[in-house]
């Protein structure tokens, strides 16, 4: 069987495509036949996270189109939610899809774009995004930003912690800090 060739760049919305392969030399042989699709990294953005991403993927033809089977390994990098420092996120995920031609494919599926050409780049991050965190924390988890002065530590650490004037008389209810809670003498 001859190679898959690499399309034009141009999916059918005229968005650029991030990795697009030509399967018209596979659609060409019978059911059965596979492509073996050289691994390959790409770089994406989303919502203001980049997304590295490297696929390896197998394209097997089908009697309707063409079966993607592919694993992706990536790293989602943005900042930490707690701390805003830079954090990342390892990622991995599985694609198991079929592609349609045009004639075979009914309602919402995945199908073969102009040219019998599949951006393999856009499903890959787009399996990632599926499995990425929705909200990206340092590892280690870095510690608790205080409420009163923001700097990294708890609340009830803070050295800068003042209590409200409105509320110091309740100060007087709370036991002595050698004194234990509910035991009195």
Request: aromatic residues 2%.
């Amino acid at each position: 069987m001859s190679d898959l060739n690499e399309a034009t760049g141009v999916t059918d919305a005229a968005t650029p495509a991030l990795y697009l392969i030509d399967c018209s030399p596979l659609l060409a042989e019978p059911p059965g036949a596979s492509f073996q699709v050289p691994e390959f990294t790409l770089t994406s953005t989303l919502e203001g996270e980049l997304m590295q991403a490297t696929v390896e993927a197998r394209v097997d033809r089908t009697n309707r189109g063409v079966r993607l089977i592919a694993q992706v390994r990536g790293v989602q990098e943005g900042a930490c939610a707690r701390c805003l420092s830079p954090a990342h996120a390892d990622l991995e995920t599985h694609i198991d899809e079929e592609v349609l031609e045009e004639r075979h494919a009914q309602g919402d599926v995945e199908r073969l774009g102009r040219g019998n050409s599949i951006d393999l780049g856009r499903i890959a991050v787009e399996s990632l995004d599926l499995v990425r965190r929705l909200v990206l924390h340092c590892d280690p988890l870095c510690p608790e930003r205080c409420e009163h002065c923001g700097a990294p530590h708890l609340t009830q650490e803070c050295p800068e912690r003042e209590v409200d004037p409105r509320l110091a008389v309740l100060g007087s209810l709370l036991p002595s800090s050698g004194e234990e809670r509910g035991i009195k003498d």
